[in-house]
């Protein structure tokens, strides 16, 4: 049974393009968590998805971010015209369910988006 | 607000050794609480958890961490450390929206390093 996984492992862009970071949860879990981790800092809740549905998004930055789980497919966190700020790691974790907290969240290797 | 602190950013210390990193969290809900290791340019492994029953609670690589709810604490301890064990190690709460769903709060990270 693969890991979560997420794509690309490294990615560098320019002020102003956009980034596109992917995460296929474990198989058989439908419910995706995204993380970001400044340097030097713990890991900060971005948003929750459902298949086809944004559950929780209140750690997202209002402008440039968002966030998607289509019914097939990878799970896309998407940032628009970055800044030098958004350099940081993305990662991305998978559950099969919310089971009220106790479910464990399990963690890709991350995305390290670097903006030059 | 929940938060979750870790009171040593680095704690070196040398092989065999034994070692405590510590976590404390502020919650006025009842709340999960987890340890998660990060290994170089890796993601995040579960370490430990722990969400009912006995407190004290065991890893399969010799890690324990005991829950004090009196002192809202966490600490992980192991009694004699490998160089393998060299990482970063973070706290985190996880408790319940509700929506039924949780979100994961992490502490800063504590970076073992381990020194023959």
């Known amino acids: 049974n693969a890991g979560v996984m997420q794509n690309p492992r490294h990615l560098v862009r320019r002020r102003g393009q956009e980034a596109r970071l992917r995460c296929s949860p474990m198989k058989g879990h439908s419910h995706v968590y995204w993380y970001r981790q400044l340097p030097e800092e713990g890991l900060k809740f971005m948003v929750y998805l459902q298949k086809e549905n944004i559950i929780d998004e209140s750690g997202m930055p209002k402008e440039r971010f968002s966030a998607e789980f289509p019914k097939e497919g990878p799970s896309i966190l998407r940032i628009q015209q970055v800044v030098r700020g958004d350099s940081a790691a993305y990662f991305c974790a998978s559950s099969p369910s919310p089971a009220g907290g106790q479910e464990t969240q399990y963690f890709g290797p991350g995305t390290r988006l670097l903006v030059l | 607000a929940q938060s979750v602190t870790q009171l040593d950013s680095q704690v070196p210390v040398f092989e065999e050794a034994p070692v405590e990193l510590r976590c404390n969290y502020s919650s006025s809900v009842s709340v999960y609480l987890f340890w998660y290791v990060q290994y170089p340019n890796q993601g995040l492994q579960l370490l430990l958890k722990y969400l009912s029953g006995s407190t004290l609670v065991k890893s399969i690589n010799g890690f324990e961490a005991e829950f004090n709810k009196s002192q809202t604490s966490f600490h992980l301890r192991k009694p004699s450390v490998h160089i393998s064990d060299t990482a970063e190690y973070f706290c985190?709460?996880?408790?319940?929206?509700?929506?039924?769903?949780?979100?994961?709060?992490f502490g800063a990270g504590t970076r073992l390093a381990v020194h023959p």
């Open positions: 985190a709460v996880s408790y319940m929206f509700s929506g039924g769903y949780n979100k994961l709060i």
